[in-house]
């Protein structure tokens, strides 16, 4: 079992950037994926951005971003701390969820996107745009 802890959530204004973080407990996967998703009021929880962690080396630290987060939002990670981060910038009220960090506990060759993909959950952060 991989436990998941987010951090960083809180109330912003439009135009504000904030900072999430998610740390993982100690694990003994070689090969896996850590990414944020997202859920607003009302709405199903949805995918942010990914990052996987492999041995092979070209794709060992990529990310990738639902479309409509690109630009705004970057995923990072340390493979080494078993940690990420997602800053966000240019925050729209639109943009006011609970955030969630999980992990997939191995990759494969399709970048995942799906909830069903992923074994483990944090319990989440609540984000709030509001002017």
């Known amino acids: 079992q991989v436990q998941l802890i987010e951090s960083g959530g809180g109330l912003v204004q439009p135009g504000d950037s904030l900072r999430l973080s998610c740390a993982a407990s100690?694990?003994?996967?070689?090969?896996?994926?850590m990414a944020w998703f997202r859920r607003a009021p009302g709405k199903d929880r949805e995918f942010v951005a990914g990052?996987?962690?492999?041995?092979?080396?070209?794709?060992?630290?990529?990310?990738y971003y639902a479309d409509s987060m690109k630009g705004r939002f970057i995923i990072s990670g340390d493979n080494a701390k078993n940690t990420i981060s997602l800053q966000m910038n240019n925050l729209h009220p639109e943009d006011t969820a609970v955030y969630y960090c999980?992990?997939?506990?191995?990759?494969?060759?399709?970048?995942?996107?799906?909830?069903?993909?992923?074994?483990?959950w944090g319990t989440g952060t609540l984000v709030t745009v509001s002017s």
């Open positions: 100690a694990h003994i996967y070689s090969n896996y994926v």
């Open positions: 999980a992990f997939k506990s191995e990759t494969s060759w399709v970048d995942a996107k799906s909830e069903g993909e992923f074994n483990f």
């Open positions: 990052i996987t962690w492999s041995s092979i080396t070209w794709r060992s630290g990529t990310t």
